[in-house]
């Protein structure tokens, strides 16, 4: 891959989390129109030029899928669409590492949201965008999930 594809693939997907984090802050939706094409995009590109094995990043980006289609199907209204096919692009565009973004946007969202409900600016009831917190962990992953996995499993 050359040194442009390097810089210009990760800040594309920046790009794209950025605009569904403020999307999903503004209007809590996450849009088809940004994020299915970006996941058709970063499964292309991977497939083409990712670092790990082919088979693994349409795996991933349906084992994210799934993980989230679970608890939106159980419990309708607890958790959008929009976040579960944001995770399908998540697992596209990071591989193996869509289990520190899920990991890192589980932890962010539990912690914000008790600490709103303590303060009393929500409410137990209340919602609040589960995308910018996905978005968030998919940036830390996509520049260091590969440290953050191998410190994980004790191989640095």
């Keep these: 891959m050359t040194a442009a594809l390097n810089l210009l693939f990760p800040a594309a997907a920046l790009a794209v989390l950025a605009s569904v984090t403020i999307?999903?802050?503004?209007r809590m939706v996450i849009p088809n129109r940004i994020v299915l094409?970006?996941?058709?995009?970063a499964l292309a590109f991977n497939l083409a030029w990712g670092p790990g094995p082919r088979w693994e990043y349409p795996?991933?980006?349906?084992?994210?899928?799934?993980?989230?289609?679970?608890?939106?199907?159980?419990?309708?209204?607890?958790?959008?669409?929009?976040?579960?096919?944001?995770?399908?692009?998540?697992?596209?565009l990071l591989g193996r590492y869509v289990a520190v973004a899920l990991f890192l946007a589980l932890i962010a969202s539990a912690l914000i949201?008790?600490?709103?409900?303590?303060?009393?600016?929500?409410?137990?009831?209340?919602?609040?965008?589960?995308?910018p917190f996905l978005a968030g962990g998919s940036a830390v992953?996509?520049?260091?999930?590969?440290?953050?996995?191998?410190?994980?499993l004790g191989t640095l």
């Design 59 to 92: 795996l991933a980006g349906l084992a994210a899928f799934a993980f989230l289609l679970v608890p939106a199907v159980i419990r309708p209204g607890a958790m959008g669409m929009g976040d579960v096919k944001l995770a399908l692009f998540m697992g596209f």
């Design 141 to 152: 992953a996509l520049m260091a999930g590969e440290q953050i996995l191998s410190a994980y």
């Design 113 to 131: 949201g008790l600490g709103l409900i303590a303060t009393k600016v929500r409410g137990r009831k209340d919602r609040i965008p589960f995308g």
């Design 23 to 26: 999307t999903d802050i503004r």
């Design 37 to 41: 094409p970006a996941a058709v995009a």
